[in-house]
């Protein structure tokens, strides 16, 4: 049995790591009050600057070619929806086309025609000493690349900073009352400013991770929906950051099921598998209700 | 006499959008005093201590503390000067826990632990006692207001500046903040208390301003005042309009206009809203409702209006009653839309088939002339209508719609004096040469006394009629029914 | 500057251009356009159009496989009632989703999006695939499932005048009728709407849904009728989502929607002819579009804001 859970479990974790950056600066961002449906773009973006920045000089250049543009993308959509109060939802959707034409144009006139780029530096696993090898959990958690073990840090740090800091308050007060928040001298707008550069900073880690620690290419299109899906994974884990980890674990699970069940050899049509990921929000929002926990002052 | 004064305004002028707000407006407080600050609606005063908090900026003029002048760039700076704001709609964030509201204001680091101790010390030292871990949004009002007081406390501030603070409170808890506002006081404390309310002014504060259309008309110590100077200051010519006091007398033989008989109403949470209601209203009569918030009026109100479907019981009234509730923008109006388009709103849920827009458009325009609603036409967004103007067009319309059955929640809410007395006077008229019937709830007990022919109460989702005393200005009955007490 | 003239001789450059590139590529667009602007009148934030066009055209092309024998004035209103109840199913889902459990519809539509594009795949290699089992696609609809050219010669075809047909009616209903205006009302101020205006907001925002995923299902019956003839993956270079730039650069006025929509078919045909002579790639359209949007958006700021109705 250890033959096919455990690839399914490091697949479980390998798949849910990209999810989980890019969910949680989400998360971030959506306890400002601010939803980015430009998330799917700026993470796009993100693989193309990892890309570029890793075959010009290793993969120290790649993770910061993917933090800087992340961060220029959630700088301009931050400038929209927060200076000029456009429509959230809207300016997302525009981010998101923007990202994935943008980075389409570039990477077909720098890597020239075609979708596979030239092969590029990538990290690989490294093996945490003793606690790789536990029985069954050793290696899926603790084989992994450096930017795993970030993640297992950010998440316990988030929790804190939110509920322990007073910039953890501030954020959280902007996101449910930007009103009484002004009121008790917070700069609402730095806030939101800060929460949206902090959501695009690990959208672009997460195009990072997916460039540099797993495919090794830059591909077209190549986020694939995740930034909906880390949308989607903020609500499931009712916007706390322990939760929004649980639920990037349980969609990499998800996907993983295809291997697992590619593994068993089970007769059934792989697009059951591509859709399940996405029918499984749908049936736990359902079965969630919808935005019972969300931010008073979401999306306004 | 060599101390300086508390707070010091000089010479404060502020433009807000294409208002004049104030206009060379000055108030001085002296040092461990209650200072009212009176004025009617739009006045300035909410917008001159604003400017003394720090949330807005002055466009010119001096703002000194304790003698020192000061620039507040945010209400942060303010906070840390020591002032304390309440704001009339309360700055609390409904999801936070009382500790973390109280901490939000700090600029020190963030311990709950601390904050919470804090708020306990200060509870026994000021007699706010308020649980620490307490979600605000679970609290009443009252004790929302006390949160509100003892976060300003705990960020140090020695001068608090009251916005209304007695609009939502029953007039037991008001009795109860007036006590605390003057041991405050006497402790070396400092107390702003902007109102509209007269009574209240008169009765706690030292000294008074008032403002009238942006500029100080008077400030004076309140022992060197009487009510009459101060209502001459408020309002000049505008002078409180007393309602025809000789309310009509009920004919117990006129058809029934509206009739509850032991209606329930319980809300989406399983909670009972209203309990075993049953009145009646007759031809002729304007029935006044009182009570305060979360009474089950808002309930009692929208049954009447056909708005709100009872969990149980029998409910008479005509197919269409008109109705004007308390948040006219959000529940009566679409901002965005013309004065037409809102006409048309009120049919909308009946109407079939193509909307024949010239005809509704001669419809606005007599609503417009009949009711003196200042705008440029039919065709101009409610938006850019002013609150009474928008407010009468809402009457007009629902008048216009159901003719002899009328409902309204606190019409009066945000109006000066003058669109008042219009608004009442056509809510009135819905009752008139005992063509139909009224109800109208008010959180201004002296607007109900005025208008009304009887009067219900509201306490804990029951309704009880009380009776009406010998003396009709006689309000101790209605404030033992507001409070549940029966006659 | 190469690039541009490219862009412009592949929407303008000739009558064939025009005809058969141009409004061929506006015709999806102006009924994904209208679903999109009806839905956001009514305050329902659907960015789900793209899979309701998809599921539309499956359903569609459903249609056309099974009647094969059935005359030409039988098959083309069946095929487009087919994409239009396939398209409000889909939409429907969302729909159900949001009334009756609360679920946020920009997030419930984007996941049917995927679910669609599996759906999609899956049918054309399962239950609609050709015979030979080999190519990942339905066989080519027989001639009367093929929709009439409106032009000798050229590709335009009925789809585009159904389009024309749709947004004027729909103009009509939503400035002049009662219902039009209890959408309009529930879009702009949906409290008041339900309290002085008496209307059923959950009953008709569903409605609305409805109508809307109706609208792009029909996009999709148009496409496989009028242009591919067949069903297969890839079908809409996401014509849904370039629909959201439609309705918005035409201020969600469906009269406005036409124009709106043959600008973005020009952008879109002009990126393929851009692609052929200019070797820019066609994604480079998606930043233009994209940039029209943020400009509108920029342009409108609060004035448009949908998400809280005021």
Not at chain 2, 413 to 432: C, K, N, T
Request: one cysteine or more.
């Amino acid at each position: 049995m250890d033959a096919v859970l455990v690839p399914f479990l490091e697949a479980t974790i390998r798949t849910a790591t990209p999810l989980a950056f890019a969910a949680l600066g989400e998360l971030v961002a959506e306890r400002a009050g601010v939803i980015n449906l430009g998330l799917e773009g700026t993470i796009v973006v993100g693989c193309l600057g990892a890309a570029v920045g890793a075959a010009a000089g290793g993969v120290g250049l790649g993770f910061a070619g993917a933090a800087g543009a992340g961060l220029a993308m959630s700088a301009l959509f931050a400038y929209f929806v927060v200076a000029l109060r456009t429509d959230q939802i809207i300016t997302g959707a525009a981010f998101t086309m923007l990202g994935l034409g943008l980075t389409g144009t570039i990477a077909r006139s720098y890597f020239g025609i075609g979708d596979a780029a030239t092969s590029i530096p990538t990290i690989g696993p490294v093996s945490v000493p003793v606690l790789a090898s536990m029985p069954l959990l050793g290696a899926p958690l603790f084989r992994q690349p450096v930017v795993t073990y970030l993640l297992y840090a950010a998440v316990p740090i988030l929790a804190w900073w939110m509920a322990r800091t007073r910039g953890g308050l501030a954020l959280r007060a902007v996101g449910e009352s930007p009103a009484a928040a002004a009121a008790a001298g917070i700069p609402t707008v730095a806030v939101r400013w800060g929460a949206i550069l902090f959501s695009g900073l690990m959208g672009g880690l997460c195009g990072g991770t997916l460039v540099l620690a797993q495919v090794g290419s830059f591909n077209e299109g190549m986020s694939a929906g995740r930034g909906f899906i880390a949308i989607a994974v903020v609500v499931l884990g009712r916007w706390s950051p322990f939760g929004t980890a649980g639920a990037a674990l349980l969609f990499g699970g998800a996907f993983a099921l295809q291997y697992l069940f590619q593994a068993l050899a089970l007769d059934l049509p792989y697009q059951l598998f591509l859709a399940l990921p996405y029918v499984m929000t749908l049936v736990l929002l359902a079965a969630l209700r919808g935005r019972a926990a969300a931010p008073e002052n979401l999306g306004r | 006499m060599s101390v300086a004064p508390a707070l010091a305004l000089r010479g404060i002028s502020k433009q807000l959008g294409s208002t004049r707000a104030l206009e060379d407006a000055h108030c001085t407080v002296r040092v461990g005093t209650v200072h009212a600050l009176l004025g009617e609606n739009g006045a300035g005063k909410t917008t001159l201590m604003r400017i003394a908090f720090g949330a807005l900026e002055p466009d010119a003029g001096s703002v000194a503390l304790h003698g020192a002048t000061r620039r507040f760039h945010s209400s942060r700076d303010a906070i840390a000067a020591g002032i304390g704001m309440v704001h009339q709609h309360f700055m609390l964030v409904p999801a936070f826990t009382v500790t973390e509201n109280v901490a939000l204001g700090s600029r020190r680091r963030f311990n709950a632990t601390q904050v919470a101790a804090r708020i306990r010390a200060l509870g026994v030292e000021t007699g706010l006692a308020a649980n620490p871990d307490a979600r605000v949004r679970d609290l009443a009002v009252g004790a929302q207001q006390r949160v509100e007081v003892l976060k300003a406390l705990a960020n140090g501030a020695q001068v608090l500046i009251l916005d209304e603070p007695t609009a939502v409170l029953s007039p037991a808890e008001s009795e109860d903040l007036y006590r605390w506002i003057r041991r405050f006081v006497s402790d070396g404390g400092t107390v702003v208390l902007i109102t509209h309310r007269l009574a209240e002014a008169l009765a706690v504060a030292d000294d008074v301003t008032v403002l009238r259309r942006g500029r100080t008309v008077l400030a004076q110590s309140r022992s060197s005042v009487d009510e009459r100077t101060l209502v001459e200051a408020l309002g000049g010519d505008a002078a409180p309009v007393a309602l025809r006091p000789g309310v009509r007398p009920v004919d117990a033989e006129a058809d029934i206009v509206f009739a509850l008989e032991h209606v329930d109403v319980v809300d989406a949470r399983g909670v009972a809203r209203l309990r075993d209601a049953s009145l009646t209203v007759r031809r002729g009569e304007v029935l006044g409702v009182i009570g305060v918030e979360n009474s089950g009026q808002r309930e009692l109100l929208r049954v009447l209006a056909g708005r709100l479907e009872p969990s149980a019981g029998r409910v008479t009234r005509p197919a269409r009653v008109g109705f004007v509730p308390e948040d006219r923008l959000a529940d009566a109006l679409i901002p965005t839309m013309s004065l037409t388009e809102n006409l048309v709103l009120a049919d909308a849920g009946i109407q079939r088939g193509v909307i024949p827009w010239a005809e509704r458009e001669s419809e606005a325009r007599a609503v417009i002339s009949a009711h003196e609603v200042v705008a440029t036409g039919p065709r101009s967004p409610v938006a850019i209508l002013s609150g009474g103007n928008q407010q009468k067009f809402v009457v007009g319309r629902e008048r216009a719609v159901s003719p002899a059955a009328l409902v309204a929640e606190n019409p009066t809410r945000g109006l000066d004096l003058r669109a008042s007395a219009r608004v009442l006077a056509a809510i009135a008229a819905a009752a008139d040469e005992h063509r139909g019937a009224a109800v109208v709830f008010s959180s201004d007990l002296d607007e109900i006394l005025g208008l009304t022919s009887r009067i219900v109460a509201c306490h804990g989702g029951r309704v009880t009629e009380v009776p009406a005393p010998a003396d009709r200005l006689d309000r101790a009955p209605y404030t033992r029914a507001l409070l549940g007490l029966g006659a | 500057m190469d690039a541009l003239v490219a862009l412009w001789d592949g929407a303008f450059g000739s009558a064939f251009a025009f005809w058969s590139a141009t409004l061929v590529r506006a015709t999806p667009l102006l009924f994904v356009g209208l679903a999109v602007a009806v839905a956001f009148r009514a305050g329902v934030l659907n960015i789900g159009a793209e899979g309701q066009l998809l599921i539309g055209a499956v359903f569609a092309s459903a249609v056309a496989l099974a009647l094969s024998g059935a005359p030409r004035v039988v098959m083309i209103p069946l095929m487009l009632a087919g994409g239009m109840a396939g398209g409000a199913l889909w939409s429907g889902i969302a729909a159900v989703l949001r009334r009756r459990f609360g679920v946020l519809e920009v997030i419930s539509t984007i996941m049917l999006n995927f679910v669609a594009l599996a759906v999609v795949s899956w049918v054309v290699r399962g239950p609609l695939q050709e015979p030979t089992r080999i190519y990942p696609q339905t066989v080519t609809f027989v001639e009367a499932a093929r929709w009439p050219f409106l032009v000798p010669g050229q590709r335009l075809h009925l789809g585009f005048v159904l389009g024309i047909i749709a947004a004027l009616a729909l103009w009509f209903v939503l400035a002049r009728t009662a219902a039009g205006f209890r959408v309009r009302a529930v879009g702009a101020g949906p409290r008041a709407a339900q309290s002085a205006g008496g209307v059923d907001a959950d009953r008709l925002t569903f409605r609305v849904f409805l109508l809307s995923g109706a609208l792009a299902g029909a996009a999709g019956a148009s496409e496989v009728g009028g242009v591919t003839w067949a069903l297969y993956e890839g079908l809409s270079p996401g014509y849904g989502y370039t629909a959201i730039a439609v309705a918005l650069l035409a201020r969600l006025d469906p009269r406005a929607v036409i124009a709106s929509a043959i600008l973005f078919g020009a952008l879109e045909a002009g990126g393929a002819g851009m692609q052929r002579d200019a070797g820019v790639p066609a994604v480079a359209v998606q930043v233009v579009i994209a940039m029209i949007l943020l400009a509108v958006l920029a342009a409108t700021r609060r004035r448009m804001s949908l998400s809280d109705g005021a």
